[in-house]
């Protein structure tokens, strides 16, 4: 599949409020609703701080400046990285669980994935909703890739087809749709449990 391709059909199935246009996140399964647990964490934080400390910094982009830049970003970088472990778990526990009520998708192939693949992954974080989310749709993602022209060995995340098609990019929106969905409706049912 093309990258227009992938885009165009992004853009037909993409649940109203997730981000527009990002077919590698999809596939990175940090699209939507991880970016949403992660904001919702960074927030509780700062506002338990009281000031705005958390930023996320790409960890591939220090990774691959020169080195004389190496160190710069390192401490936000690792702090971030440690804020995030909590919504990264959770997100691979509720693709796994999303996995339970699509057609074809596959639970328990989604817990294996995270369990064998998710500390391969370079992330400490992006590994657990990347598995889950191969495992899930029987998919190979991640791998060797290129950064401005620099070739990265990553691991393979899942043992699926290495090839994604448009029916999978839906299959991906849906589950992910579905997690956030299922996260955001039992916060609200232990919100009203609790105002009881």
Do not use: C
Not at 62 to 87: I, K, M, S, T
Not at 155 to 161: F, K, L, T, V
Not at 181 to 195: C, E, K
């Amino acid at each position: 599949m093309t990258t227009p391709e992938a885009a165009a059909t992004y853009d037909a199935w993409t649940p109203p409020g997730f981000p527009p246009r990002a077919p590698g996140r999809v596939f990175g399964a940090r699209l939507g609703m991880k970016r949403h647990v992660d904001a919702l964490v960074r927030e509780a934080l700062r506002d338990a701080i009281g000031r705005g400390t958390v930023r996320s910094r790409g960890g591939v982009v220090f990774q691959l400046e020169p080195p004389r830049h190496e160190a710069f970003g390192w401490a936000a970088a690792r702090f971030d990285d440690l804020v995030n472990l909590p919504a990264s778990r959770l997100t691979g526990l509720l693709f796994a669980a999303a996995a339970l009520v699509l057609p074809g998708a596959s639970a328990r192939d989604a817990l294996r994935a995270m369990a064998r693949d998710a500390r391969r992954h370079r992330s400490p974080n992006a590994g657990w909703p990347e598995s889950a989310m191969a495992g899930a749709l029987g998919l190979k993602l991640n791998g060797p890739k290129s950064y401005k022209g620099i070739l990265v060995n990553d691991a393979y995340m899942g043992e699926g087809r290495p090839d994604a098609t448009a029916q999978d990019i839906r299959d991906a929106l849906w589950l992910a749709g579905t997690a956030w969905g299922g996260m955001v409706a039992a916060l609200l049912i232990a919100a009203i449990i609790l105002q009881m």
